[in-house]
């Protein structure tokens, strides 16, 4: 079956824009896990959505922020981008919480 | 909160080498997963453990979940190329049930051939 997608794969903005990353999860999938990945902080938890309703949240400021629609496939946005969220946005998938997670390719974002 | 720490940062072998990492967490886990990321790629699941003092195998791959579920290794026996990359430890915190997975920081594999 499809892996996990993540449109776009890379994307530059700049200080102040906002961003839109979509992830599609693997059919059949309902929990989708969205995590930031530079290279100082390694990977780094952002939320986690399950049947539309977000389960989990990381220690990120409100900016980040994010939504999963009834086909389980999610979007998060960050507005009032900055310099330091210039970063590999990664999405995973899978069964339940409890189970072996799936990741996308990423996406690159550079905030210039 | 939880913290999950891993170690050594990064390690090189030569070809053949045997190579280990360990993962520690501050709290009792449910479960710990092991993934694997290529240079350029994503994390790729490699296994989940799940019971107190268990031990699996793949091919030259030994993973064990510690006896207090506080702490895990991953050896590779006789290392090759194709071993290069991130290995990372994920834990989710015991009992609960809506938390979510902490990952280490990676040990990053570099194989000299």
């Known amino acids: 079956k499809a892996g996990v997608t993540q449109t776009p794969r890379y994307l530059i903005k700049t200080r102040g824009q906002q961003v839109t990353l979509s992830c599609s999860p693997i059919s059949g999938h309902r929990s989708v896990s969205w995590y930031q990945q530079t290279p100082g902080q390694g990977l780094q938890f952002l939320f986690e959505?399950?049947?539309?309703?977000?389960?989990n949240k990381g220690n990120f400021p409100g900016r980040f922020s994010g939504r999963q629609f009834s086909n389980s496939r999610s979007e998060m946005n960050v507005s009032t981008l900055e310099l330091g969220d210039s970063a590999l946005y990664l999405c995973?998938?899978?069964?339940?919480?409890?189970?072996?997670?799936?990741f996308g390719p990423g996406t690159r974002l550079t905030v210039l | 909160g939880q913290q999950v720490m891993q170690i050594p940062q990064y390690q090189h072998v030569q070809e053949g080498e045997d190579f280990t990492t360990y993962c520690n967490s501050s709290t009792t886990l449910s479960n710990i997963q092991w993934y694997k990321q290529r240079p350029g790629g994503h994390p790729v699941f490699l296994i989940q453990?799940?019971?107190?003092?268990e031990v699996k195998k793949q091919k030259r791959l030994t993973f064990q979940f510690g006896e207090a579920k506080k702490n895990s290794s991953l050896h590779i026996t006789a290392t090759q190329t194709t071993d290069v990359g991130t290995y990372f430890c994920a834990g989710k915190d015991y009992g609960g049930s809506q938390g979510n997975l902490i990952f280490g920081k990676g040990t990053k594999l570099s194989v000299k051939p």
């Open positions: 453990l799940v019971k107190s003092g």
């Open positions: 995973a998938s899978s069964f339940s919480s409890y189970n072996e997670q799936f």
């Open positions: 959505y399950f049947s539309e309703t977000q389960r």
